[in-house]
């Protein structure tokens, strides 16, 4: 379904003329002032739980966060759901579709956004990186059969930039007070995807990942 969703508008000048939408380049830098806002907040109420690798990811993208926004918007555009996790999916069994919800958070952008979106809400804490693999993969080859061509390389590159992003943009959501997460399963399950979020970035080399942008993304 989100193969379906970003090839109709790969590199599209359709793009061009949905001025309603803002790019994801855009929201990124109002992201990056909230975290810097709220970041060493984050640090000192969690403290006891970050691990020294996690400490330095949190102060690189302190550093880092604009260029790492900025960098996403020299790869290929597509429309973006911006919200794509499985609480807005619907499948029809039947004919085998997924119907998706919610397009309030629509944006321009790498597709590597949306991939690291979903896999950082859905995929389990236990989920292995071969199992994350195997799914980039089948995103690429379902991207193909409509048309789309893109190297491993550059998809691997782009999904993990999205998942740097993701934690950017999560990582000190609990402590935000302009944030209503509720007092029911609201704050769990931010930490959840916290977590999970920090579990896929395990074995991604961010310290290199700017001067590593294939050639062709």
Known sequence: ??????????DSDLLDHLRWIVPAEMTGKLIHLMYLQSIEQYKKAEKTTLSKRQLTLIDWIKRRGIALTEIQSHCARTLL?????????CFDDQS???????????????AGTDLAYFLSAALSLDASESDVDELIRYYRSALERRGVVISEESLFWQYEVGM?????????VMVQDHLELGDDRGPELMQSWINKTFKRLERVDFETILER?????
Do not use: C, E, K, Y
Not at 1 to 10: D, E, R, S
Not at 164 to 172: D, E, F, G, N, T
Not at 213 to 217: E, G, I, V, Y
């Open 1 to 10: 379904a989100m193969a379906t969703l970003h090839a109709q508008f790969w």
């Open 164 to 172: 740097l992003s993701m934690l950017h943009r999560v990582a000190p």
């Open 81 to 89: 759901h911006g919200d794509f996790r499985l609480d807005n999916l």
């Open 213 to 217: 942008m294939p050639a062709s993304t």
């Open 96 to 110: 085998d579709d997924a119907l998706i919800l919610d397009w309030q958070t629509m944006t321009t952008g790498s």
